[in-house]
């Protein structure tokens, strides 16, 4: 870590007198050039992609939440964890994009878990244009069972395999429309 500095931003120091170890609402660490490479905030925070910072807005889930997240050396966007009181997700990144969630979601007696994985597209498409199609889910939640679904290059589900909370299996065959042309 060496040539990284911590920035405080959007935070302040508390009154726990010599105590400087404690910060309220957010804060920053930044390398010697001001590039973020860290950020913990308590609130959704913007995405920074390709030298350009998008609204908090554009970045799915809720508001509320405890968000750890890593930036590279130019301050792009690379992943993060984030927390909230009926979730949390691990996400890596493409260079443009999602690349990998793996996350889990709860209310009441509902909720699972999930791991999400997406097709890369072409990195150097920029960041508004960039298509990552879905590759392969795995589930694992309280209505719809278990289930691995296999999709192709343009995130079309071609294979599904599945556990209804019946205990009953299926594994299903789709075709580029979806319609199932082999099950068992």
Known sequence: MAGVGVGVAAGRITETGADTSTVEGSFTV??????????????????????????????????????????????????????????????????????????TSWQDKVGGAALTMTHIGDPATPIDDAKHPLGVQLFADTENGTGLTLC??????????RVAMDGTPSIAILDEKGAVVRQL
Do not use: C, M, W
């Open 30 to 103: 930044v390398d010697r050039r001001g590039k973020q490479r860290f950020l913990l905030a308590t609130r959704k925070p913007p995405i920074i992609l390709g030298g350009k910072t998008y609204p908090a807005q554009t970045r799915g889930g809720p508001d509320d939440v405890t968000a750890l997240v890593f930036n590279d050396e130019n301050g792009d966007e690379k992943g993060g964890i984030v927390a909230s009181s009926d979730g949390a997700l691990v996400s890596l990144d493409y260079p443009n994009g999602d690349a990998i969630h793996l996350q």
């Open 152 to 161: 192709d290059p343009q995130g079309r589900p071609r294979i599904q395999l």
